[in-house]
């Protein structure tokens, strides 16, 4: 059909921080601002994963919140962008190899953007999120699984099951966190 | 009105209501000093729904969703039908209550505070509205809109009820200082967290109906001088979004005691008065 | 004469093959009785008949004896449960009723008198208290009780109907006031019933705060006498406003009004099927009744503090209810309200309140009888008492939970009856304060009152359909068709006497039929329909790992309760202070 052009004039986005020290944070807030008002692309931050299409995540993966990363990620339904602002969500920035922190969030879900800076301005916020709405148009509804999960892993699913807590894919109860 | 223009104007309510929408985050933007979305944005936001991937809780929490907007829908075809005010409100209630159990169906934390609040914002806001009928058949004499929208028009003596639904709009199309129940990132939008893909669709075109039912009271207060009703419309329009725009949002309890205080005070004024100068 | 006759015979056979323990035999009387009764009723309210007949003094003699049989009765229950309150009412009682008896006129002007009033609460009375004894069989089978004490409540209950049909049809205060106290002898028996320490203390409050109701009446008669008024229903004349504050005042013990509301609440712990025929279905509708009755020779003023006094106790006990969590007790609160509604709406004395009077009591009493048979079935079967047990009931029975859906949506929501009675007072009340501008204080409690009583039902709703988690598996339980049955009768007798209501006018008539469709279409859609191919998904918890569980909410004002007890005592002296001007 032909909505797929549809897709880029209203994506709504989910804002997440996986441990950041708040500077990125701050500048995607700027960007929604009336300086830079976001709005205008029809963005709306409505914080709830099951209505979003883009995924900004800012920070270094902190060991805590990888499995809130996931649960959210699983959580969205296709098709979806995940953007990745800021050089530690790429690489681990300033925070890289550190005994706590995970280097950036594409080991565990694929990204489709990257964001340098530190903290990113708003216009390379902008630029990256156009950017991730040209290859939100291409994406398909096919479920996109990410790359690793917490707990007992069966490689042999094809699928995620969303009425579980990603991470238990085998259904059974792991203890949370670390 | 012929019939053929009010079959249409049931009929495509939620294709118009939809601009009123739109129309409101513009105008929003433009308070706010920025540019804003497109006035077609609801229609974009409707396209890109129905193209997500389809999902859903349970099923009873979908069809309540699904009833929920048609019975706003029903709703609004009854008021274009000029039926009986108080019959319009307690349909109104029927659909709301609906979504209230539409949110007490998952067993998500969000959802049940949402529905509860919702709950008491509903017993904040009925007696206002029940008030509000009560005051315009004191002084139209009758409770139908379809007599009422062809009598004299005597807004004047009704000044005190218009304050009383410019009180309630918020409180109704969930917008600041009253919209506790929706409450965006406090409780994620309380009941309507849950939806996603198409079926959200259903809830944000309720959001459209639930601003005529809002509004088509103050457009019956002008009785037959339409155009000053369309007029009236308009100013509360600007109104409603000025104090959206303007205020915070304010506790449930504290919702509820300053709706029912200022509501029960506004509308007895008026009630009162127009026995003494009947 | 004959159909008068039908009345009486026909509950007391059925008790009498109840009380024989032959199942099959009691199932065809109660039904014979069911059917023959509510027809005669029907047809002779749509007739406007009206009978008057005589009771000859031999009857007479035998009535006055065994009164003041009960009246010792009732003194010896206090003097050996040794309740002081019990006690001197009683005596008190009967010193008032031997003055009476001997200084009574014999004038008489037709004993009992049945007119369209009576033919409806017949109808009320027949119908629905019938299905509820019906229902009982099957109950007391669950009930933990000998054998002996279950013929005897089987036969009670429709000794209790023939009770209540003489009541309606009693036309002499002292007939009347026999009958009501048989009301509380009955209400004080059955309330008792499991003799645990919590029945007999409440039981004990019911059977002296009842009594008070009694000395009402009695002050009424010697009123009456004092002035030499006659003691008749239907020669109650204007200037005897007096003798009606007293019967008002009886009414509003009855229908459990505050300040006397605590005996119908503490009557909560007696079998589910007294709960239902005796506190919410028939007995306490003789509150409304009476004031229906009596509410020609009212006053201006004393009418406008009535439905003021009405509609206060409406508003309050509404808001007193947010705080429970007994299914049952809810159900009391919620009944309570509504029938001060009813008395508020009766007592504005004109044609038109009394039909939404009428409309108000038949549907109240289908829907609560509904309502407290599931409790019923509720307790014996899933043993639920407090809504905090009802998690998961959604999908352990689905019909339960419909039918209790249902059933609050009949009290509060359209296209149900209660809800038009609701609007048609909204109306009336409306169109009288064009007339007294203090009906304005009426029409503010009635709406907030209305509000919170909406509150109150989907507050427990929201415990009835709290599904589980996408994460656990809940197996059916199966509940007895028999049982159910019953509930099923009332809710389509509830939804087909609303062609009464729908055919006033085709924009009721729409308005009536899209909803029931809409109801109709949901129904079968969650039977139907599946949903295949959508992905299920979990609840949003914020990415928590951790599932939820949500409580009901409770809002408590029991902070106010003696403000609002001794305000509500205040008002009474004001009304037989101020009715009388």
């Not at chain 1, 190899?97 to 916020?125: F, K, W």
């Not at chain 2, 369309?230 to 915070?248: G, W």
């Not at chain 3, 009033?117 to 069989?137: D, E, H, K, P, T």
Request: charged share 15%.
């Amino acid at each position: 059909m032909g909505l797929e052009k549809y897709r880029k004039k209203s994506p709504w986005i989910l804002h997440y921080n996986c441990g950041s020290c708040n500077g990125c944070d701050i500048e995607i807030l700027a960007a929604m601002s009336p300086k830079y008002d976001l709005e205008r692309f029809g963005i709306l931050n409505n914080g709830n994963p099951k209505q979003s299409d883009i995924f900004l995540v800012t920070g270094p993966l902190t060991y805590r919140s990888r499995e809130r990363l996931i649960e959210l990620y699983t959580a969205m339904p296709e098709p979806k962008v995940v953007v990745a602002v800021g050089s530690c969500t790429c690489t681990g920035g300033v925070f890289s190899d550190m005994y706590n922190v995970e280097n950036g969030i594409d080991s565990y879900i694929p990204v489709d953007v990257y964001i340098p800076g530190c903290a990113a301005s708003p216009e390379l916020i902008i630029d990256g999120v156009v950017k991730g709405l040209e290859i939100l148009e291409k994406k398909t509804k096919e479920i996109e699984k990410p790359k690793k999960l917490l707990g007992k892993l069966d490689e042999k699913e094809e699928t995620i099951n969303r009425t579980r807590f990603a991470g238990n894919i085998l259904g059974k109860d792991d203890e949370t966190s670390n | 009105m012929s019939n053929i223009a009010i079959f249409l104007l049931i009929v495509l309510a939620p294709i118009y209501a939809a601009f009123f929408e739109g129309a409101q985050r513009v105008l929003k933007a433009k308070m706010q000093r920025r540019i804003g979305p497109p006035l077609m944005q609801p229609f974009y936001d409707m396209y890109k729904l129905m193209d997500k991937r389809a999902l859903m809780v349970n099923k009873t929490h979908t069809l309540f969703a699904l009833f929920y907007f048609f019975t706003l829908w029903i709703l609004i075809a009854f008021i274009f039908l000029g039926f009986n005010l108080l019959y319009i409100i307690f349909l109104h209630l029927l659909a709301s209550i609906i979504l209230i159990l539409a949110g007490f169906s998952v067993k998500s934390i969000f959802s049940h505070i949402g529905s509860n609040r919702k709950l008491l914002a509903i017993v904040a806001y009925e007696p206002i509205l029940l008030l509000i009928s009560v005051g315009i058949y004191m002084v139209y004499g009758t409770f139908e809109i379809s007599v009422i929208l062809n009598t004299p028009s005597q807004f004047l003596s009704l000044i005190f009820v218009y304050f009383a639904i410019i009180l309630i709009i918020p409180a109704i199309t969930k917008l600041s200082p009253f919209d506790a129940p929706k409450a965006h990132q406090e409780i994620v939008g309380g009941i309507e967290i849950e939806y996603g893909a198409i079926f959200y669709e259903f809830l944000y075109a309720a959001k459209f109906l639930e601003m005529i039912f809002a509004y088509s009271f103050i457009y019956i207060l002008a009785g037959d001088n339409h155009i000053f009703g369309t007029f009236l419309v308009l100013f509360s329009f600007l109104l409603v979004n000025l104090i959206d725009n303007s205020t915070a949002r304010i506790q449930i309890s504290h919702m509820v005691k300053v709706i029912l205080v200022l509501g029960i005070v506004l509308c007895s004024i008026n009630i009162l008065g127009s026995l003494l100068w009947a | 004469m004959y159909i008068t006759i039908l009345y009486i015979i026909l509950p007391l056979l059925s008790s009498f093959f109840a009380y024989k323990d032959n199942k099959k035999l009691t199932y065809t009387f109660s039904a014979f009785s069911l059917i023959v009764l509510s027809t005669i009723s029907v047809f002779h309210f749509f007739s406007n008949s009206v009978y008057q007949f005589d009771l000859n003094s031999f009857l007479h003699t035998i009535i006055t004896i065994l009164d003041l049989v009960l009246l010792g009765y009732f003194a010896f229950i206090g003097f050996k449960a040794q309740n002081k309150k019990v006690l001197f009412l009683a005596l008190f009682q009967a010193i008032l009723f031997l003055y009476c008896i001997f200084n009574v006129s014999h004038e008489s002007f037709g004993d009992l008198y049945l007119n369209n009033l009576s033919f409806f609460m017949l109808i009320v009375i027949n119908l629905v208290g019938s299905i509820i004894a019906i229902y009982a069989v099957k109950y007391m089978e669950y009930e933990n009780c000998s054998k002996e004490k279950r013929r005897f409540f089987l036969a009670y209950l429709w000794f209790f109907i023939f009770i209540m049909n003489m009541i309606v049809i009693a036309n002499n205060y002292l007939l009347f006031f026999f009958f009501f106290e048989l009301t509380t002898l009955s209400s004080y028996l059955l309330i008792r019933f499991r003799k645990d320490e919590i029945s007999i203390t409440n039981s004990l409050r019911a059977l002296w705060l009842n009594q008070l109701g009694g000395v009402f009446i009695l002050f009424a008669v010697i009123i009456a006498i004092l002035n030499d008024s006659s003691i008749y229903f239907t020669q109650l004349k204007s200037p005897e406003v007096l003798i009606a504050i007293f019967l008002a005042f009886a009414s509003f013990v009855k229908g459990a009004s505050k300040p006397f509301e605590s005996w119908l609440l503490g009557a909560m712990v007696a079998p589910t099927p007294v709960s239902a025929i005796l506190h919410s279905a028939t007995m306490v509708k003789i509150a409304p009744f009476l004031i229906l009755k009596i509410s020609y020779v009212f006053t201006p003023t004393l009418s406008l503090l009535i439905t003021l006094f009405s509609m206060g106790v409406f508003a309050i006990i509404s808001l007193q209810s947010l705080a429970k969590d007994n299914f049952k007790e809810i159900l009391a609160y919620s009944t309570i309200a509504l029938l001060a509604l009813m008395v508020s709406i009766a007592s504005m004395g004109t044609q038109e309140a009394f039909e939404i009077t009428l409309y108000l009591i038949f549907f109240h009493a289908v829907s609560k009888a509904m309502l407290f048979m599931i409790a019923g079935v509720l307790e014996k079967q899933y043993h639920i008492k407090s809504i905090e047990d009802f998690t998961l009931l959604f999908q352990k029975s689905p019909i339960i939970t419909s039918l209790i859906l249902l059933g609050f949506a009949s009290v509060t929501m359209p296209p149900f009856g209660l809800f038009f009675a609701k609007l048609f007072s909204l109306t009336y009340i409306s169109e009288m304060i064009k007339q007294n501008p203090l009906y304005l204080l009426v029409a503010i409690l009635f709406v907030v009152g209305s509000s919170l009583l909406v509150l109150l039902y989907f507050k427990v709703a929201s415990k009835l359909i709290d599904f589980s988690s996408t994460q656990e598996k809940v197996e059916k339980q199966e509940v007895s068709k028999e049982f159910v049955f019953s509930s099923f009768l009332l809710f389509f007798i509830a939804v087909f006497s609303l062609v009464f209501v729908a055919f006033d006018s085709l924009s009721i008539f729409m308005f009536t039929t899209t909803i029931i469709l809409l109801i109709v279409v949901f129904f079968l859609l969650l039977k139907l329909l599946n949903f295949k191919g959508i992905d299920r998904v979990k609840e949003y918890s914020c990415g928590e790992k951790y599932s939820h569980n949500v409580g009901v909410f409770y809002y408590d004002f029991d902070r106010y309760k003696t403000t609002f007890q001794n305000s509500f005592i205040a008002l009474l002296f004001i009304i037989l202070i101020l009715g009388l001007v």
